[in-house]
């Protein structure tokens, strides 16, 4: 059987604080009972003991007492009357026996009071009554017997029961209505965290919920917002990475389609002896040519996984930063020749780097090709410092720069700043750069890249000086 939580919240509410007051009442109605008999017994001892006291010390007569005692105590409807050593008594004149039982009698003997809350046996109707014995030189002569309707005490005992059960009528109304309305609000937040799952599930990862650290349901809907905002993050780059694949597939297929469709038709000329004798030395270069260019996209995506699941092995050494420097320019040279672009190297020649030769020298190749690639009748600079804890090596060039907005994509796995460009011998797969940055994050060093369109770019490239620990 399904029951909804709120009428569970509510219920638990009402039980508890039902079976409380319930408690909370007998309690209250024993204590009040017992009070009210309580102060009666000992109204009834306080006038027994001073009736006595009277009579003895009196040197007026024992009827005229009496009559003065019957007088006051009548008023609060209390009888009394003496009795003797054999417990006979007069009560209005009449001569009367009480009844003890053994275990009272004895307690009269031992000068002790009994006390009688609510007798309805002894007497013609319920009563309080208390029996005072009375000695002399240590001999019982009888006491006095002091009686009082309980009606009235129950009277009142009934009123305050009756003023007790208004009281936990209200208190049960008023708890029906914070019971219910707690009850809403909590059941309230958990649906919204259970419409919200509702619409995470159905692909909706824009939703949040009001969360606050005030209950273990805040704390809950705060953890729910972040598990969105999760989801919603790996939902995205899912996309982008998808994204990504298709651009890929399509680079690669268009990457691949030239340099095969190219090499097919020479080997078909060559074949055929479609192609003059004078040429066919041209047409073998341009086989060559296209032959690596494949080699060079099996290697650079080969070289990129190889660094994301780290399987690239660092071989750390201090490195003269000129000499390496100097190797890029005289490398890039004819290269930077055929743009009109002229590379400078600054740095002192006693700066060294702590780095992996090979690795180094693959990232300053990479950005550099890609300074070059991107210039024309520019300067690119190389230039080395050092600081406390780094050396700094910076490649800037005066190139036609990058939208600030496209920055951090360039460091994306084939992502190509100008994709307008169909054919290129460096970087042409969008894979450089994205290495580059692996690259610089496996010797813990940090890469930053500033630009603005038409004035050029900068990058950054940071390495510590000592080894990590």
């Known amino acids: 059987m399904k029951i909804k939580y709120f009428y569970q919240q509510f219920i638990s509410h009402i039980s508890t604080i039902i079976v409380a007051f319930l408690i909370l009442s007998l309690l209250f109605a024993h204590y009040v009972e017992s009070l009210v008999y309580n102060n009666k017994a000992e109204e009834l001892i306080t006038y027994g003991e001073n009736i ?8 007026i007569g024992s009827e005229q007492i009496l009559d003065e005692y019957e007088h006051v105590l009548a008023g609060r409807n209390i009888q009394f009357s003496l009795f003797d050593e054999n417990l006979k008594t007069s009560i209005g004149g009449h001569r009367a026996e009480i009844t003890l039982s053994k275990e009272e009698w004895n307690k009269i003997l031992k000068g002790d009071p009994i006390v009688v809350k609510n007798d309805i046996k002894r007497f013609d109707k319920a009563v309080t009554f208390v029996l005072l014995p009375y000695f002399q030189n240590g001999t019982f002569l009888g006491g006095i017997l002091l009686t009082s309707p309980i009606s009235g005490s129950r009277e009142m005992i009934t009123k305050i029961n009756q ?22 609000i909590h059941v309230n937040r958990i649906k919204r965290i259970q419409e919200a799952t509702s619409m995470v599930s159905a692909g909706d990862y824009s939703v949040n919920i009001p969360s606050s650290n005030f ?9 729910f917002n972040k598990m969105v905002q999760k989801l919603k993050a790996s939902k995205e780059e899912i996309e982008s990475l998808e994204n990504r694949r ?22 078909e000329g060559l074949r055929n002896d479609m192609i003059p004798e004078e040429e066919k030395d041209r047409g073998l270069q341009l086989v060559s040519q296209e032959t690596k260019r494949l080699i060079r996209l099996v290697n650079e995506n080969l070289d990129y996984e190889k660094i994301r699941s780290n399987q690239v092995k660092l071989m750390k050494e201090d490195i003269q930063l000129i000499e390496v420097l100097e190797i890029i320019k005289d490398q890039l040279d ?18 060294f780097v702590y780095a992996d030769y090979d690795r180094l020298m693959q990232i300053l190749l990479n950005i550099t090709k890609n300074s070059i690639q991107f210039t024309e009748n520019g300067t690119i600079w190389l230039r080395g410092k050092a600081s406390d804890k780094e050396t700094i090596i910076e490649i800037e060039d005066t190139g036609i720069g990058i939208d600030p907005a496209e920055i951090e994509k360039i460091w994306h796995r084939f992502y190509k700043a100008d994709l307008s460009r ?7 797969f969008g894979l450089g750069l994205s290495i580059v940055k692996q690259l610089v994050n496996l010797h813990n060093g940090k890469i930053e890249v500033t630009s603005e369109k038409g004035k050029g770019t900068k990058f950054v490239i940071r390495f510590p000086i000592f080894a990590e620990m």
């Open 52 to 59: 006595l006291m009277d009579l003895e010390q009196s040197r």
């Open 163 to 184: 003023y007790l059960f208004y009281t936990v009528l209200i208190a049960l109304v008023v708890s029906l209505f914070l019971s219910w309305i707690l009850s809403k």
């Open 215 to 223: 209950d273990e349901i805040g704390e809950l809907a705060e953890d």
């Open 246 to 267: 298709r651009q890929f597939m399509a680079d690669v297929s268009h990457e691949l389609r030239t340099p095969l469709t190219t090499i097919s038709g020479v080997i």
């Open 334 to 351: 004819i290269l930077a020749d055929e743009k009109n672009n002229r590379i400078i190297v600054e740095v002192d020649e006693d700066l």
């Open 422 to 428: 169909t054919s290129n011998p460096y970087g042409e």
